[in-house]
């Protein structure tokens, strides 16, 4: 069974680059033809993707965040990591990764993370 799991970064200053690993059990992240992807939820609103990393490892990212953010994998660990620089309170969120095979579908999902960015 495929089982992703958020890291747990709890309380993030204003300015700190947030990481957060999403370890992955059950499935290699190396194999065709599936996309791991970050997204998130800011209290009151709706989903947003942040970004994916391909099998391939290939990386692709939100417009409106790719100045911000980097995705890159240990494929040792079968683990793929967030970083998200220049954090402000506009960042607090349910922070989330997931399976899919395209960008925008998802089949599995991580129980999610939250992350607070206060001083």
């Known amino acids: 069974q495929v089982q992703l799991q958020e890291s747990d970064p709890g309380l993030v200053k204003p300015s700190q680059t947030l990481s957060l690993t999403c370890t992955v059990s059950g499935y290699s992240i190396t194999t065709n033809y599936y996309y791991w992807s970050w997204i998130r939820q800011p209290p009151g609103k709706g989903l947003e993707w942040m970004g994916a990393?391909?099998?391939?490892?290939?990386?692709y990212y939100s417009p409106s965040l790719k100045s911000r953010t980097s995705i890159s994998r240990d494929t040792s660990k079968n683990q793929f990591t967030l970083q998200l620089s220049s954090v402000t309170p506009e960042d607090t969120a349910v922070y989330y990764c997931?399976?899919?095979?395209?960008?925008?579908?998802?089949?599995?999902w991580g129980q999610g993370t939250q992350v607070t960015v206060s001083s």
């Open positions: 997931a399976r899919g095979l395209s960008t925008d579908e998802y089949d599995y």
């Open positions: 990393i391909a099998y391939s490892g290939s990386t």
